[in-house]
């Protein structure tokens, strides 16, 4: 911080582990000025995995990953091909990932949006 100037620093963003706690402990007393908090990225990961932890949310992340999984294969990705044109739609259908808190909801979301667009 000192290399680039203090006065382009306003705050500093870490995850939430304990050792990063303690730098911001750190921080905060040499440079009171400046903000440290965790990232809302990061939190959010934590909090949706939390979630999707619960036997409900789980059972249907599961289930729309099958989904996903039957479109990806050869003859069922022309059936999802033939809908989306029906439809207009260019969206694919999404795995998630262990590591993007914004996919588990990309994954269910897309799910739903086949399932509409097979009913109409």
Known sequence: MN????????????????????????LREKYPKILTMGCSAHALHLLTKDVMAFPEFKRILEQAKVVVKFFRKQSPGAILEDIQEKRNRTSALEMPCDTRWASTMRCISSVLFLDRDCRD
């Open 3 to 26: 290399e680039y100037g203090l006065e382009k620093f306003t705050s500093v963003v870490t995850d939430n582990a304990p050792n990063l706690k303690a730098a911001w402990d750190i």
